[in-house]
């Protein structure tokens, strides 16, 4: 019998070979994520390859709880150590009967794809995303083209930690040869660009290096690679479209070679970044604009998914109030609006992060950042004469920050957050004013966002992958009521202890 997974265990000793390490915490609110360890790592890790066993052999489990045909796509991405953990998660899957189909080294996107491709109800994706190196996590789903959301992780996290896991027999391993040029071709087989573009690929040294410049060049567009050459260790800056050191580095190339854009991709490539030809970095919410503006053109009274990170423009820009666009607000976190987009039917979901998802006739309803940077392209091909900054300006402006992030112990993070939503409630029910303005509005769908009279907002919310807390702010009247906001909003906040500094600020 397998043994049942524990904690608190050491490296280099019996136990940590003998049984498995399973961290509770690391079972987020949609996919799961751990601090694995480096060899030079004085921080005690919280999962080895037994417990990566025991996450297969849950995963397995909940496959055949949950009725799906037993066959899974797993994919890695490049780091020293994600091809042991994908194959511990194999033999896990295998144990639990299930029929695994290996694409190897892969994008999040590229083994989302491969479900479709490959005919597989369910992925397991091995990676950790934009984290720094060290960290482990794996991306799930049973469902194409949705991912887990709470429901299915409570339920994976009971079956691991309680030892419910069941043997099966009838699983196989297969590997995929050659599956990265078929996820290549599906990307490239669009209309060639009309308009010649010069953009800039930048990668962080993540795994999209190995993806993201060849896919651009075949539908056309001249490529300056920036920091594409596969590193785990980052050693210029984490592969983040929201981390405003990668964003500076692509603005400063956009300027000296003359590109008329420049994108971004994180480390596992679901999520692009956006510099216009000036050099100015484009939050993806106003990204979502763009696009939204670009597609409802020819689709009358689209639909579109924003998360509660988003700008307002959604709902004021006079352009999409024209042509009949509705926008459905909705939580943050890729689970939670790739289910959204599919449920109501969507054109498209944007969030703020960076996740864009693309139903029919753009996408399979994934999110996918190599996608999200050919879409800009298209959009600059069907605006003749105009420059991405020229498509930027167009947009009414608003004043925004970027997405702010505050330490918080993941057990206190989420205490804090309803300790900061009660206290707006009452704010807005005694008609106490917020950076000298009335409260108009309180979203409470993820984290709180207070809204005041003159359309200004702030955001708190609780990161689903980090122990951290996430404010953003945005105004459309001035950058002085955007700092109001946030001296407001983060007043608030302190009022909680154990809330660390923000990683960057306004």
Known sequence: MFPKPVTGIRPNSFAFETQPLVKPTGFREYDARWWFGTPDSTIAPELNL??????????????HERGVRPDIVVGHDFRSYSMSIKLALVTGLMSAGIRVKDVGLALSPMAYFAQFELDCPAVAMVTASHNENGWTGVKM?????????????????????????????????????????????DLANRPKMTRKLKVVAACGNGTAGAFAPEVLRRIGCEVIELDTALDFNFPR??????????????????RETGADVGFGFDGDGDRCGVVDDTGREIFADKVGAIIARDLSANQPNAKFVVDVKSTGLFLTDPVLQSRGVTTDYWKTGHS?????????????GFEKSGHFFFNKPIGRGYDDGLLTALTICGVLDRSPGM??????????????SPTMS???????????????????????????????????????????????????W????????????????E????????????????????????????NQTI
């Open 50 to 63: 037994m417990g990566v066993q025991a996450l297969g052999r849950g995963i397995g489990t909940l496959i």
């Open 141 to 185: 789903g049973t469902d194409r083209p949705l991912t887990f959301g709470p429901e299915e992780i409570t339920r994976l996290k009971d079956i691991v930690l309680g030892g419910l896991a069941k043997d099966r027999t009838g699983g196989s391993y297969e590997f995929v040869d050659g599956f990265a040029e078929r996820y290549i071709a």
């Open 237 to 254: 800056y984490n592969p983040n479209p929201e981390d405003l050191k990668m964003l500076h580095v692509l603005a400063d190339t956009v």
């Open 336 to 348: 939670y609006m790739k289910r959204r987009v599919n449920e109501i039917g969507a054109l498209a």
């Open 387 to 400: 420059s991405m900054a020229d498509v930027y300006d167009s947009l009414p402006h608003t004043f925004g």
């Open 406 to 456: 505050a330490h918080s112990d993941d057990e206190l993070k989420y205490g804090v957050v309803e300790k900061v939503s009660e206290r707006f409630a009452w704010m807005f029910q005694a008609g106490e004013k917020v950076g000298g303005h009335r409260i108009v509005d309180l979203v409470t769908v993820n984290g709180v966002r207070v809204v005041t009279d003159d359309g200004t």
């Open 458 to 473: 702030g955001l708190v919310r609780a990161s689903s992958n980090k122990p951290e807390l996430v404010v953003v702010v």
């Open 475 to 502: 105004s459309p009247v001035s950058d002085a009521r955007l700092r109001e906001m946030f001296a407001a909003v983060d007043g608030v906040l302190r009022e909680n202890p154990g809330v660390g500094r923000y």
